[in-house]
């Protein structure tokens, strides 16, 4: 099908011609006198071989075939052709003499008398195939040629718009007859030569179904000036005459002016522009949330109606986090899908708990849900992903959540608050959070940017250790923590001191009072300022990926020293024996119970790890507790070990959120290189544990701590289980 032909000009080839297309491309076109039903042939008599070659045939409106080959010569002096027409005695020959000037390819005469459907064959042959086997995309003798071709089909085209632009990417936009449903191709011709439109193209009915809307998308460094739609497929060809008026307006300014604000083109936009560039991604976000869609539900609230509601909806790199609730007496849901752009719904497997609305609300029970579509990354830049709720009546009816966070702490904050802790299995972890919660902590990472630093006063050069301090919020140890450094010679002497400040926004705040600490007790201080709220791994990584000592030191922030030579003891250990991995000390509780005698693992009734402390709310000088020993794993509170095995080690991992498990999966790691783990009960300080923690929202009130137990077994188990039985167990050390 064409929508309009062009005027033919009088040009048989009832003899074959021979005819130049480009500076190295040449066509032989040639009308056998009957239809030709077999592949024809050509061959080269003489010695001459070609780079490439390429047939098509064409029906003519008088039953006849016409043939057209595209051949390469890689020598142009002279060829004796044999051409076969796929029947008994039909053949023709042909010379050609490069040293006589060869025609050039008239475009009108190839298409005179060609049916419609063999001059879109012949189109589409020539810009989807020839175009790309003989490198003519960029030829401005071929662009030429295939616009005369364009003009020759169709010598009066209907128009297609460039509507917009964003970082190098044209929108554009043109409508279709109602049966061009399928798209093969999609390709601008013009100036910037010959493009491929990308495959993932908009074409959705329009207008009750009397015709089509046509999105593309297109890369171009100008522009596309004097340029052709050209779009084909098993209903015929469609040629559009591109006007570029809108090249240079916004996405953003065209679609608060656009009368089409289909959802589809919504989804279309956000999908195909969000994964270009930042500043696409920055577009396609910015018209998210300038223009939300308004929240839907479904039913009303009541004895017997249903009802579903779908509260959060997180795109992540591999799907969609879903969490609602839905109230259904008459079992008239059936069930949830995502939808998507490029494929079928996805249904959910809803992970369902129970729950009761507030009094305001009517009171009633109501079944709360969480579930995850595996949609990869196909709605990762959405904010408000569309679902549709099918109904037992065959019925189905689209919900749409409320905008969530684009931000990605934000994001991952509402991932961890959207099922109780109470509710938060393993199964359901496994099942349903653990992917989409890897995806937003990985983003989140992305996003923290690189720190900082801040000198006070002359530094200690050449450290034999350096001790990292992560600070959240919290500084009201500092000055103990700093006046017992100082009245420690040794640690004044062999130590830099690093803080990690990661709480930004209180930089100011907290250099003033690390300047005062200095002028008080003459320490040189280290300050490293993320530039934004990381979490302990991170800050903790920061800080040691600027330190300059043999050893690291991790140190917390509400650490303080009971005595001198702490520091100078566990660096010993760790000089004494080089398969020591790392060496942790007892920290108390302001109380003088002990905190912590050694990190060892446990299970509850259900088989879960935890970690936990040998001797925790014991008494300071539990004789055991004393003892200086191998054992699973120590505290991150005051951890010590080698910079380069940290490094070797890939320093605390960053998956964990927010800070819980990172020191003992920092011991497994250290424990897979064959080093071991040492506890010195000589070596005391206090730990006021979990000041800073406390002050994290996220953490206090979601399933952070529950998932991060979940990835250390899913990680760990079976190491787990092998140190607790070769070491945890042995002499009552149990406890």
């Not at 027409?85 to 020959?93: D, H, K």
């Not at 008239?106 to 490198?135: E, H, R, Y």
């Not at 787990?720 to 070769?726: A, E, F, K, L, N």
Request: aromatic share 8%; glycine share 8%; charged share 20%.
């Amino acid at each position: 099908m064409l929508e309009t032909l062009g005027t033919y000009a009088e040009s048989p080839f009832d003899a074959p011609q021979f005819l130049q297309l480009t500076p190295d491309v040449y066509l032989v076109a040639w009308d056998p006198p009957h239809a030709v039903n077999a592949a024809p042939r050509l061959e080269e008599l003489g010695s001459a071989q070609f780079s490439a070659m390429a047939s098509v045939r064409l029906a003519l409106l008088d039953g006849r075939s016409r043939i057209i080959w595209a051949l390469a010569p890689k020598d142009k002096s002279r060829l004796s052709l044999k051409l076969t027409a796929g029947t008994i005695g039909s053949g023709a020959e042909l010379t050609a003499d490069f040293s006589q000037s060869v025609s050039a390819v008239d475009p009108f005469a190839l298409t005179n008398g060609l049916t419609q459907n063999a001059c879109a064959s012949l189109v589409t042959t020539i810009l989807n195939t020839w175009a790309g086997m003989f490198k003519l995309a960029r030829s401005r003798s071929f662009v030429g040629f295939a616009t005369k071709l364009l003009q020759s089909v169709n010598d009066a085209p209907s128009v297609a718009d460039c509507v917009a632009s964003v970082s190098g990417t044209y929108l554009l936009e043109t409508f279709l007859n109602s049966e061009c449903a399928e798209i093969s191709s999609a390709i601008l011709i013009g100036d910037a030569g010959v493009k491929r439109l990308d495959g993932d193209i908009f074409n959705e009915s329009y207008n009750n179904g009397r015709n089509r809307l046509f999105l593309g998308t297109v890369d171009l460094a100008q522009p596309p000036a004097r340029s052709h739609l050209v779009l084909s497929g098993p209903w015929g060809l469609a040629i559009r005459r591109l006007e570029a008026e809108g090249a240079a307006r916004s996405l953003g300014t065209w679609w608060a002016s656009n009368a089409r604000k289909l959802p589809e083109v919504r989804d279309y936009l956000i999908t195909r522009l969000g994964g270009r560039t930042p500043t696409a991604r920055a577009a396609v976000r910015d018209l998210q949330l300038a223009e939300p869609m308004p929240a839907r539900r479904y039913g009303a609230l009541g004895e017997t109606a249903a009802f579903c509601a779908v509260e959060t909806a997180i795109s992540v790199d591999s799907g969609v986090l879903v969490g609602g609730w839905m109230r259904d007496p008459g079992k008239s849901i059936e069930g949830l899908d995502v939808l998507t752009v490029e494929t079928e719904p996805v249904p959910l497997e809803l992970h369902a708990f129970d729950g009761v609305l507030p009094e305001t609300q009517g009171g009633y029970p109501i079944k709360k849900f969480v579930a995850f579509a595996p949609t990869g990354g196909a709605l990762r830049h959405h904010i408000q992903p569309r679902l549709e709720l099918r109904l037992a009546s065959g019925e189905r009816t689209s919900l749409v959540p409320p905008p969530q966070p684009s931000d990605a702490a934000e994001s991952r904050a509402n991932a961890l608050s959207i099922i109780p802790p109470r509710h938060a299995t393993d199964a359901l972890i496994s099942g349903c959070l653990a992917q989409p919660l890897a995806d937003l902590q990985d983003n989140f990472r992305k996003q923290v940017g690189g720190p900082t630093e801040i000198l006070i006063g002359t530094q200690t050069q050449n450290p034999v250790v350096s001790i990292v301090i992560p600070l959240y919020k919290i500084y009201e140890f500092m000055k103990p923590q700093l006046a017992a450094f100082a009245a420690d010679r040794w640690l004044a002497e062999n130590a830099e001191i690093i803080f990690v400040l990661d709480s930004p926004e209180q930089a100011t705040h907290v250099e003033d009072l690390l300047i005062g600490f200095h002028l008080l007790y003459g320490l040189p201080i280290r300050m490293i300022v993320m530039e934004q709220n990381g979490g302990y791994a991170l800050a903790c990584n920061a800080g040691a990926s600027k330190a300059n000592g043999r050893y690291l030191a991790m140190v917390n922030s509400d650490v303080v020293p009971l005595d001198s030579g702490w520091l100078e003891q566990l660096c010993a250990c760790l000089m004494m024996d080089e398969q020591v991995g790392a060496a942790g000390a007892k920290l108390l509780y302001a109380d003088n119970a002990i905190q912590h005698a050694g990190l060892k693992f446990i299970q509850d009734e259900k088989g879960r790890w935890f970690n936990h402390h040998y001797f925790k709310g014991f008494p300071r000088h539990f004789p055991q507790a004393s003892t200086s020993r191998e054992v699973p794993g120590v505290t991150g509170a005051c951890l010590v070990l080698s910079r380069s095995d940290f490094e070797e080690a890939g320093g605390y991992t960053t998956d964990f959120i927010i800070g819980d498990y990172e020191d003992s999966d920092l011991c497994l790691k250290l424990r897979s290189s064959n080093k071991k783990i040492y506890y010195l009960g000589d070596v005391e300080l206090y730990h006021f544990e979990r000041v800073s923690i406390s002050k994290n929202g996220d953490y206090t009130r979601g399933v952070a701590s529950q998932y991060n137990r979940w990835l250390q077994q899913f990680r760990w188990e079976q190491e787990i289980m092998d140190v607790m039985s070769s070491i945890g167990a042995r002499d009552g050390m149990a406890i």
